[in-house]
T-cell receptor, first 115, second 105 residues
Framework: GAVVSQHPSRVICKSGTSVKIECRSLDFQATTMFWYRQFPKQSLMLMATSNEGSKATYEQGVEKDKFLINHASLTLSTLTVTSAHPEDSSFYIC???????????FGEGSWLTVV | GIQVEQSPPDLILQEGANSTLRCNFSDSVNNLQWFHQNPWGQLINLFYIPSGTKQNGRLSATTVATERYSLLYISSSQTTDSGVYFCAVDYKLSFGAGTTVTVRA
């Protein structure tokens, strides 16, 4: 089946620094990718939708200047958490859609800890 | 947006038992999917089921779109079935709060 890879799987960064998380579709072209965050023992909350070559669409309440999303190619989307704070610590997970059919494939997720 | 409610929030099963998880949604949907999140966070797509019934091994799902609910059935549960089961609807996948299933040997 289709594979979506996220990197890094775990990252620890210092407060005030920025960290980039990559989401790659390994064996298909993803016209649309989605970014979610999940706090411990909670559900997934959609942060933004990114389409290749255009600006991401952010959900209400998500700071677009803090969570920079770039979908530069049909196989890569990146999420950069800028000026990270401890409250940004969370599990971030991406998903990708081919644009055909209805199945959406999820990456393995990335655990971010800001100290 | 569409509201998604899952029940029960927690479920403890003895190995071999059967169970039913429910997902209610507040409006008509074109997309409904069930996922299993394992203890390491990986989300596995179980079913795409906006309507009708599907079966895959010991798992099956039924969605009654006119009544805005979906059911996920787990039969002969195994310890590997433990984890959180999510129902998600619509194009952007609005997730319910999930049902945490613990299967004890």
């Amino acid at each position: 089946g289709a594979v979506v890879s996220q990197h890094p799987s775990r990252v620890i960064c210092k407060s005030g620094t920025s960290v980039k998380i990559e989401c790659r579709s390994l064996d298909f072209q993803a016209t649309t990718m989605f970014w979610y965050r999940q706090f411990p023992k909670q559900s997934l909350m959609l942060m933004a939708t990114s389409n290749e070559g255009s600006k991401a669409t952010y959900e209400q309440g998500v700071e677009k200047d803090k969570f920079l999303i770039n979908h530069a190619s049909l196989t890569l989307s990146t999420l950069t958490v800028t000026s990270a704070h401890p409250e940004d610590s969370s599990f971030y997970i991406c998903s990708a859609w081919t644009g055909v059919g209805n199945t959406i494939y999820f990456g393995e997720g990335s655990w971010l800890t800001v100290v | 947006g569409i509201q998604v409610e899952q029940s029960p929030p927690d479920l403890i099963l003895q190995e071999g038992a059967n169970s039913t998880l429910r997902c209610n949604f507040s409006d008509s949907v074109n997309n409904l999917q069930w996922f299993h999140q394992n203890p390491w966070g990986q989300l596995i797509n179980l079913f795409y089921i906006p309507s009708g019934t599907k079966q895959n091994g010991r798992l099956s799902a039924t969605t009654v779109a006119t009544e805005r609910y979906s059911l996920l059935y787990i039969s002969s549960s195994q310890t590997t079935d433990s984890g959180v089961y999510f129902c998600a609807v619509d194009y952007k996948l609005s997730f319910g709060a999930g049902t945490t299933v613990t299967v004890r040997a």
